[in-house]
């Protein structure tokens, strides 16, 4: 495939996004309380998603593009002790819910990224966070899988992609952070 017609798909798919705001100013309002009231986000994925998870957990506890207190997030892919011994002593379908476990609260919200939505760990820890009382969010792609079935709210991006999905993901990710500045800063 050449690059034209990887970014085609990239701006086809995007164009779409604009129908996501009232969902995305939906969860920023969302977060917002969950932060006031002393709760936090925990966002976790695998692969590419892994990576993005901690991207966003860094812009809330660090800082995304203005000053402003910071907010309590935690990404679940981070601490490869835990995931090295959970994953070689128990199993990888449950290295996020053993965090899951350790480390959520009723007040907290829960964010699984997954482009299928079909990925074992993160079903599993959905299940869990459900089980503590937090509110689930799953961001996919078009299709939701079996995460659509069990998360409180689903934001599926138009593409059945991986790479567009997770870019997809990234915008919107990057509009939270935006929301939260304007919320938070000054
Ligand atoms: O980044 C990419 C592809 O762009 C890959 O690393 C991708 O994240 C991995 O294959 C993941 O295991 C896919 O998991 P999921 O999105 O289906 O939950
Ligand atoms: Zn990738």
């Not at 604009?18 to 920023?28: D, K, M, Q, R, T």
């Not at 860094?58 to 679940?76: D, G, H, N, Q, S």
């Not at 299928?116 to 869990?128: L, M, P, Q, R, Y």
Request: charged residues 20%; glycine residues 6%; negative net charge.
């Amino acid at each position: 495939m050449s690059f034209l017609s990887t970014l085609q798909r990239h701006l086809d798919t995007f164009q779409q996004l604009s129908a996501y705001e009232p969902a995305v100013i939906a969860l920023a309002n969302h977060v917002e309380d969950c932060i006031r009231n002393g709760g936090k986000v925990l966002f976790m994925g695998n692969g590419g998603s892994a990576a993005d998870s901690q991207h966003l957990a860094a812009e809330f506890v660090v800082r995304y593009k203005m000053e402003r207190p910071t907010m309590a997030a935690i990404a679940l892919t981070t601490d490869t002790s835990i995931l090295t011994a959970h994953a070689n002593d128990y199993s990888f379908a449950t290295v996020f819910s053993r965090q899951m476990e350790a480390l959520a609260k009723p007040e907290d919200i829960v964010i699984g990224l997954s482009t299928s939505g079909n990925s074992a760990n993160i079903i599993d820890a959905i299940k869990v966070a459900k089980s503590i009382g937090c509110y689930t969010y799953a961001w996919t792609g078009a299709s939701g899988g079996e995460l659509a079935n069990i998360s409180d709210t689903t934001l599926r991006m138009p593409s059945t992609e991986t790479a567009r999905i997770q870019e997809a993901h990234m915008l919107i990710g990057h509009w939270l952070c935006e929301e939260m500045d304007n919320r938070f800063a000054g």
